[in-house]
């Protein structure tokens, strides 16, 4: 039976804790693991590569692959669907849809998203309550050129977070986490006093290369969000 990748990357796995291979030390290349393996080069590719993910190892093009000199830490953070967020804290949900236009992306969400010029998007602002009270703001811009059936999509009683996950993966996410105060705008949709200090969540994500969408969340002061690593 031929060799699975998990196999191989669980013996360089273990070759590297029982100090056969140290920290900053040369692995061998692909072609040879193979030969050793007995298995074909993707397969030890596939290997590799999961073991580079997790911060094992690090890899370089030309120079070869090498046993990092301390593992990298990665933290990793679900992407929450907000109604089961609030309904498993045991709270009754609900939703409202204050904004929804057709537009080409301003600038500053251009940057952010990296479209062209006059790419257009789908703009929406929500709201989402914990037992009749704010719970979280939803500002969120959806690229029409990955997904053009989001310009008639119907937002009117179901947030565009759970549509999104039924109509396309993601390959890549970033998520910002910082401080902010309220403005105007957040002061009257979360009702708290202009100024209150508040948490701010900006995520975008990225299919194949190209961004689905990006949305800016912010919550009341005491939000907590957990990671894994």
């Keep these: ?9 669980a013996d360089i ?21 193979a ?36 593992p990298l830490r990665q933290a990793r953070f ?4 907000v109604r089961r967020e609030i309904e498993e804290q045991g709270a009754a949900y609900r939703y409202a849809l204050v904004q929804s236009e057709l537009v080409a992306a301003p600038d500053w969400v251009r940057a952010r998203m990296g479209l062209a010029p006059g790419g257009k998007v789908r703009h929406l602002v929500c709201l989402h309550f914990a037992d ?10 959806i690229n029409l050129s990955v997904l053009p ?18 109509q396309i993966p993601f390959s890549e996410a970033e998520i910002s986490i910082a401080a902010t ?18 948490l701010q969540i900006e995520r975008s994500t990225r299919w194949k290369g190209q961004a689905v969408t990006f949305v800016r969340l912010v919550h009341h002061r005491g939000h907590r969000m957990t990671a894994r690593y």
């Excluded at 679900?78 to 669907?81: K, L, R, V």
């Design 1 to 9: 039976m031929a060799v699975t990748y998990r196999e191989i990357k």
């Design 149 to 166: 059936q989001a310009r008639d999509a119907d937002f009117a009683t179901a947030g565009p977070n759970e549509w999104l996950v039924a």
């Design 35 to 70: 030969e050793t393996y007995g298995a074909a080069r993707a397969t030890v590719n596939r290997a590799m590569r999961e073991l580079a993910e997790d911060g094992i190892i690090e890899r370089k093009r030309k120079s070869g692959s090498r046993v990092r000199l301390s």
């Design 132 to 141: 009749g009270a704010p719970y979280q703001h939803e500002d969120r811009w």
């Design 181 to 198: 105060a309220a403005d105007a705008a957040l002061s009257e949709h979360l009702a708290c006093a202009l100024g209150d200090p508040l």
């Design 78 to 81: 679900d992407i929450p669907i």
């Design 13 to 33: 796995l273990g070759r590297i804790t029982r100090g056969d291979w140290k920290p900053g030390s040369l692995i061998p290349g692909e072609l040879e693991l």
